[in-house]
């Protein structure tokens, strides 16, 4: 079954600084990975998706990510924050094209200081 | 395209009565899925449909849940009798034009449910 893991409930970060929110996923077929943002009281909305096409993915709102198959990795970063960035972040995995079934981490609350 | 509405946003009932739950997808996509989201369990995959078939309800209680798509542009989540562990926010969402080739999920803005 396939399955993510993000680590770290929360994660803080000044203004400015670099974003790093950690996704490692198992998969017994090569995945479709997802990055999903939620402010509150929203739903989820598509920051990026890897499709095997290409291991850095770019997204909106400055953000982007790197497939690393050997460490099964599919971490999600922006190198400045913003306030506006503060929500939390879902990474997923979906075994067919993408649009089936996805399977969701537990999320990262993202806490930005000004 | 107003993306996927969920109606209601927010609903309070009393243990053991029927609650049911509204979505209407995007346009012209082919799949809809209902995921539930709690602290404790985080986002869980209840049920999905291709072209309004069930594909996979094996995340939902089958005892008290049930879930139709009577037509492309509408599904229905049912709980009967509603448990105050119902309680949860419960995502639609759609996916996979054929037109466009898009595959990417469109959340709605989920339907707040609390039980008590």
């Known amino acids: 079954a396939q399955s993510v893991t993000q680590l770290g409930s929360h994660v803080s970060v000044s203004e400015g600084a670099l974003v790093l929110l950690r996704c490692n996923y198992s998969?017994?077929?090569?995945?479709?990975l997802f990055w999903y943002v939620q402010y509150p009281n929203q739903g989820l909305q598509l920051l990026l998706k890897y499709t095997s096409a290409a291991t850095l993915v770019k997204g909106i709102n400055g953000f982007e990510a790197e497939f690393k198959k050997s460490e099964t990795s599919f971490h999600l970063t922006k190198p400045s924050a913003h306030m506006s960035d503060a929500a939390e972040y879902f990474c997923a995995v979906s075994e067919g094209t993408g649009f089936q079934k996805l399977v969701f981490g537990t999320g990262t609350r993202l806490l930005v200081s000004p | 395209d107003a993306g996927v509405i969920q109606s209601p946003r927010h609903e309070v009932t009393e243990m053991g009565q029927e609650v049911t739950l509204r979505c209407k997808p995007i346009?012209?996509?082919?799949?809809l899925f209902w995921y539930r989201q709690t602290m404790m369990q985080g986002l869980e995959l209840l049920v999905y449909?291709?072209?309004?078939?069930?594909?996979?309800d094996s995340g939902m209680p089958k005892d008290r849940f049930s879930a139709k798509m009577p037509n492309a542009s509408f599904s229905t989540l049912k709980i009967q009798p509603s448990e105050p562990r119902d309680s949860a926010v419960y995502f639609c969402a759609s996916s996979f034009d054929a037109r466009t080739g898009r595959t990417e999920a469109f959340f709605g803005q989920g339907t707040r449910l609390t039980v008590v």
């Open positions: 346009s012209g996509h082919d799949y």
């Open positions: 449909f291709n072209n309004k078939a069930v594909m996979d």
């Open positions: 998969s017994s077929v090569p995945p479709y």
